[in-house]
């Protein structure tokens, strides 16, 4: 379905592009070389997108461990973990497989974390006594 959107999408800016085509004086390029525009145009979207997946990083961080934790770990980050990252994006975007299999995995992940977390609470629950009760409190 997305290669039909895609190409029924392409067919009606080639005819937009056919019917008004834009003058070669008005063309704004960073440079006359095509090749070097797309490489300009690359490096533009890459820095885009790391500045706001940092900032996204950052801002999860921050809401559940404090603003110098969450710059300590970003900072600490290792490039096993970034090039991990990297790969499971690449992963999801390029194939609905893909896309199920690293969604799968996050949400087990999240589930393992959540039980671990509940099991660590409840075992700490049954460690700490009770405090003493008066002798009129207790039925």
Partial sequence: MT???TRSTGRIIGRKRRRNPVPVEE????????????????ATI?????????T????LLRGRY????????????TIGQTVLSFTLAKL????????????????AKTLYDRRKAKRTK???AVETPLPPQLPDEQS
């Fill in 122 to 124: 409840q075992a700490k």
């Fill in 92 to 107: 999801a975007t390029r194939s609905l497989p893909g896309a199920l299999i690293v969604g799968g995995g996050a949400m």
């Fill in 46 to 54: 890459r820095a885009g997108s790391y500045i706001v997946r940092r």
């Fill in 56 to 59: 996204v990083e950052k801002g």
């Fill in 27 to 42: 063309k704004r390029d960073p440079s006359e070389d095509s090749a070097t525009s797309l490489i300009l145009a690359d």
């Fill in 3 to 5: 290669k039909r959107i």
């Fill in 66 to 77: 404090g603003s110098e934790a969450a710059q300590q770990m970003l900072a600490h980050k």
